[in-house]
């Protein structure tokens, strides 16, 4: 079955730079979700969009910004990178209009951003 | 005091034992819950959800909700070394985000 993908897998940068991180959701999935996991940490809630339109906000940075296309797949938008953005960010995607009990999410492999 | 609560453990247990995995969480809104694996450097797994007080069986998992004291775990029957990872609980809640707790790494020794 098709997965969250998920590009790059790996991407290093200097301070200050800006990234940007894709993700493609499960084929049907309407809603897609970010997370950033440091190293030893769980994964903390950034944002979230629910057919192109954000839905949910945790603990994003104002640096960060994010937005979902009329294809489904999301892009997150890092700018002015700073040592402590080093971490896994990883994509989820789920359906929310596929009537199921439960919203379930399933996620990509994650990028891993290293900041120099 | 996080909302989603876990013993970072680590827990070890023999091969072919039960290994029991706890969660405890502070949101009486939380609606479903999520056991979810993760390996080193991968992402997490999702091995099963619970949303209603009870247990729920799938196949060598079960997963158990008690509402009344904010309490969910997760019971591996005949663990596996392949089974040694960290497991993730994570809650549901007001909107669609999860909220995890701090992962249980689980250690099972042939």
């Known amino acids: 079955a098709a997965g969250v993908i998920q590009s790059p897998r790996h991407l290093i940068k200097e301070k200050r730079e800006t990234a940007t991180l894709k993700c493609y959701p499960i084929p049907r999935h309407d809603t897609v979700y970010w997370y950033q996991q440091g190293p030893g940490q769980d994964p903390q809630f950034l944002i979230s969009f629910y057919e192109k339109m954000q839905s949910d906000k945790g603990s994003i940075p104002d640096r960060f910004s994010a937005q979902q296309f009329s294809d489904y797949h999301s892009e997150l938008n890092m700018s002015s990178l700073e040592l402590g953005d080093s971490a896994l960010y990883f994509c989820a995607s789920s359906s929310l209009t596929s009537g199921g009990s439960t919203d379930t999410q399933y996620f990509g492999p994650g990028t891993r951003l290293t900041v120099l | 005091q996080k909302e989603v609560e876990q013993n970072s453990g680590p827990l070890s247990v023999p091969e072919g034992a039960i290994a029991s995995l706890n969660c405890t969480y502070s949101d009486r809104g939380s609606q479903s819950f999520f056991w979810y694996r993760q390996y080193s450097g991968k992402s997490p797994e999702l091995i099963m959800f619970i949303y209603s007080n009870g247990d729920k069986e799938d196949g060598r998992f079960t997963a158990q909700l008690n509402k009344a004291s904010q309490y969910v775990s997760l019971l591996i029957r005949d663990s596996q070394p392949s089974d040694s990872a960290t497991y993730l609980c994570?809650?549901?809640?007001?909107?669609?985000?999860?909220?995890f707790g701090g992962g249980t790494r689980l250690m099972v020794k042939p």
């Open positions: 994570a809650a549901h809640n007001a909107g669609n985000m999860l909220t």
